[in-house]
C-alpha cells in the first residue's frame, strides 16, 4: 500500500461529477488490483468466465471506465515496469500474506463463514501477466490510451501531472505524492456505496483530491522533507523504524530538521535511506507516450468481453451506450455553442 499519510493529511471531497472535463492518469496495477479484489461472488471467488478465467478486471474496468467515461472524465491508464530491487522485500512480503489469507479463506469456507472467506478470498487477489494483457487489450478497444512505465506506475502518473499533460493521478497511494505529483486523486475508481467488511452498514465512498503544494503549506516541509518523512517511517522500498508513525515523525522533522539529522541525533539507521530518497525524488519516468482518446470499437469490445469470455450482451452494450450518449450530448452542446 505504501506510506499513508491520512494522518496528517485533510483531503478535500469531490463528486464525480465536480471532475467533469478534467483527464486523469490512472494507476493502473492499483486499480486493477481494486477490481481482483472487489468483484467477487458471494463466497469471496472471482468472476470467472465459462472456461474458469478469471474476468473481475475486466468486468470492473468496462463498468467504471466507461462510467467515467460518460460522466465526462478522460481517463489513461499506466502500467508499471521493473520493480527496483529494494522493493523485492515488499513484494515478498505480500506474497507470503496472500498466501496465508488463501490458507485462511479455505478454513472460512470450511466453517461456513462467507462473510469472514470473501474478506480473507479479497486479499488473496493477482495481476498476473494474462490479467495486464487482458485489460491492455480492453483499454484497446474501449478508446482509453495507456502508458507502460519503465518502473513505478506512481512515479510515471506523478510525472504526466507535473508536465501538464492530465490533471491529476489516480491512486488510492500517497506515494503518488512522494513522487512529485502535484494533484493526487483517490477513489476515483471506487466512489459509491460500499459495505464495510464485517459489519452491517454501509458507507458512500467519493473521490478525494489531494493538493501536494498544500499538503507541504500545511505541514511546513519541503517535498524532500516530506520524503524524509516517508522514509522515517516507512515505504515499500525501506522498512521504517519501529514506534515511529507519521505524527512522531513528523514532530521530530519539525524540531531536528531532515532524515539525516534524526538518524544521528536519536541514534537510528535505515539501510540505504539515500538511494531510498533518490528514487522518489529522481524517479525513473519517460517521456515516450501518447495521450490520445478514440471511439469506442464496439465491435472489438463485443469480442473480447461476450465471445471470448461470456459477458452478457446486453450488459456490455448498456456501458458503450452510456459512453456514446455523452458524445453525442457533448457534441450537441458544442454546436449550440458555436451557433
Known sequence: MGFDLSALVVTEKRSIEDLAGKTVAIDAYNTIYQFLSSVRMPDGSPLKDARDRVVSHLSGILQRTTGL??????VAYVF?????????ETIMARKERKRQAEADYREALAEGDLERARTKAMQTSKVTDDVVLGSRQLLEALGVPYVNAPSEGEAQAGHMCARGDVWAAGSQDFDT?????????????????????RQQRYVEVVPEVIELGRVLGELGLTRERLVDLAVLVG?????????????????????LGGLDAILAGKGLEIPHHDEVRRLFLEPEVTDDYRLEWRTPDRD????????????SLSRVESSLEKVASYREAASQRSLEDFI
Do not use: C, Q, W
Open 177 to 197: 505524492l512522494l513522487f512529485g505529483s502535484p494533484r493526487l486523486v483517490r477513489n476515483i475508481t471506487i466512489s459509491g456505496r460500499r459495505k464495510v467488511p
Open 69 to 74: 467515461m460518460a460522466s465526462g472524465i478522460r
Open 300 to 311: 472489438r469490445v463485443v469480442e473480447l468481453l461476450v465471445e471470448e469470455h461470456d459477458f
Open 235 to 255: 515505504t515499500d522500498f525501506n522498512e521504517g523504524i519501529k514506534g515511529i508513525g507519521p505524527k512522531k515523525a513528523l514532530k521530530y522533522m519539525t524540531e
Open 80 to 88: 508499471d515496469g521493473v520493480p527496483h530491487p529494494l522493493k523485492m
